[in-house]
């Protein structure tokens, strides 16, 4: 494999330019804003509203995880649920006073169109986060966020990592937050990060060797990239990885450790470290294999993440995870991100 | 492998002895009831609370789904938060005008430990589901409800089947519904389905064979049933199984479906059961195999269920995942159920 420094962008796979294409992205979306409508709206605050359901599948579902949080830590009557379910299992969530926030970069899925069709009387204010200015959505929704991330061809990158700075955005509007550089010097440390990509992918693909399960765990808003990491490994590598939260893998999951599982271990947040220490030392005394991203716990078998901060630290975690979707897919054989039974945007219910 | 009608019960595995004793498990809670406290308590619905937070860790987060969903149908502002996440991630979701609403059989997890703990100022209204009443829950509730479910000695199993008949009970006090015989009705179903315990777990652990990745669907309150049988599958018989809404599945998953996967999909709802069968055609298109789980859609694959009705449906879905996780345990060589990790109760956060 030729180093990444000498190969030219455009002879990589597809998946790879879009993965590589994600600083431009989040430079474009940073630079034009959330538009005056959106602002305006934003910066208004959500009292007004007794609900605040923020939706959407797949990766937009993931993507707007931490925004849930901040939102709820502030106070507010907010929920997340996955389109599929509201939809068809609890639309009575959404009241017409409600603020129904959807995260969806096709804006056309076939759930988010069935729910637009389902929620006319009552009629909730809808907010859309959507990279295609053109859909359902944007069409439906009072209040538009645009993604700016360019086109994409199949697995979510640059409309993931979007969606997850528009959200932080729209957020800190929302709560009357000062301004932060945190994402504009993600820009840069992205770059950097991504300029060694190749190195990056050989690491965390030697790290996890071939193993029998990999299962990936988080906790708090660093579940996005854990729910994120193991899709986009399904989706580009046709590989099985699994998601779940730090806590819930102690009570029960802990029990399938043995040789041939790997897990990788987000450190995410500072106050919960520790705990994600503790369990890092019981899998291994398990005979199973760890894989610690983060940077500031001294893990032995510890890969270093991007150097960002603040909400931009939910982008560095994910593309490590992009990386290694990368490399499963080469190691089959396959072109990582090439969609062999879907389409881009899923239309089928 | 003798017929289970010709093997004494106390020769067999404990943990097929837990699952041979739900149906006498529930018999117990149905005839003791709630109690009257939490009769009364319930009687009076909720209005009175600004916000319902269930909460629970495995198994009992799993079976608080079906009741978290008709509390939200019915308009409630409810919320199912993992307990780990509400602990360490969003207290805020919890207000002094709040009905924290805690399952947990042991009522000793480390998480329910620390959440009591953190909640004194402001102090919620705390509703226990719990089936040790010594336990550090039982003692901090407002109102217990105790699940009578005998002593187990690992995996959860009549806690779990109980947990989803006391939430159910619970929930159509709280909402004024007319009382229904499906959960007496369903211990006679439940009786005569374990009667065939061998029979259909050899039909489950054919139907599936040895796949590379084992995924279970669900829609709705069959979530349920698909996260606890996959944890129990990992709990159980050490082998990776991934529980995934089926929604989700079809936006990005369906991808890694090849030759060696085995999607187990529910059949539920009777709304949704079409789509499902729509996936499952894909599936079996892309070379996947599918155990369907129902026994309304003739689908060619299907193994019927316990003949359960109403809220009882969700207990006859948890039943061949249960045996599943036997049969994986038997071909591994190793005894069903029994931890060699974990202790009963998870103390460590």
């Known amino acids: ?66 925004s849930y949080l901040r939102l709820a830590r ?27 926030w959807v995260a969806s970069q096709s804006g056309e899925s076939a759930e988010v169109q069935a729910l637009l069709e389902q929620c006319v009387n009552p009629r909730p204010t809808v907010l859309g986060i959507v990279n295609n200015t053109d859909s359902a959505l944007a069409q439906a929704a009072d ?33 009357g937050e000062p301004e932060s550089t945190d994402l504009f010097a993600a820009v840069g440390a992205v770059q950097r990060y991504l300029d060694d990509w190749r190195a990056h992918a050989d690491a965390i693909g030697d790290a996890i060797s071939t193993p ?20 986009i490994i399904k989706e580009a590598a046709k590989y099985h990885a699994e998601a779940l939260s730090t806590s819930q893998f102690r009570h029960g999951p802990l029990e399938m450790v043995a040789v041939g599982v790997t897990v990788v271990l987000l450190e995410g947040d ?11 030392d019981d899998i291994r005394r398990y005979g199973g294999r760890v894989v610690w991203l983060g940077q500031t716990v001294p893990d032995p078998d ?8 603040g909400a931009a630290r939910h982008i560095a975690e994910i593309l490590p995870l992009q990386l290694l979707s990368v490399v499963l897919a080469e190691r089959a054989g396959i072109e990582p991100g090439v969609f062999r039974h879907l389409e881009k945007v899923t239309r089928v219910l």
Chains 1, 2 share one sequence.
Do not use: K
Not at 88 to 98: I, K, Q, Y
Not at 226 to 231: P, S, Y
Not at 302 to 309: G, M, Y
């Open 1 to 66: 494999m030729p180093d990444s420094l000498e190969q030219p962008l455009e002879q990589l796979p597809r998946y790879v330019q879009d993965i590589l294409e994600q600083p431009p992205a989040l430079r474009g979306l940073l630079t034009a804003g959330l538009g005056s409508a959106a602002t305006t709206f934003l910066s208004q605050g959500l009292a007004g509203f007794d609900r605040i359901v923020i939706t959407g599948m797949g990766a937009s579902l993931y993507a707007s995880y931490p």
């Open 74 to 100: 502030a106070g507010l009557p907010v929920w997340l649920v996955e389109t599929g379910e509201l939809l068809h299992d609890v639309p009575e969530l959404v009241t017409g006073r409600s603020l129904l």
């Open 143 to 175: 209040v538009v966020i645009e993604l700016h991330a360019g086109e994409e061809r199949a697995v979510s990158t640059r409309t993931y990592v979007n969606t997850l700075a528009a959200s932080a955005l729209a957020v800190r509007l929302a709560l």
């Open 212 to 231: 029998d399960a990999l299962v990936i765990l988080a906790r708090g808003a660093s579940l996005a990239a854990a729910g994120t990491g193991a899709l």
């Open 270 to 280: 500072r106050h919960t470290a520790p705990l994600g220490q503790r369990l890092a």
């Open 302 to 309: 510890a890969l270093s993440l991007a150097a960002c901060r």
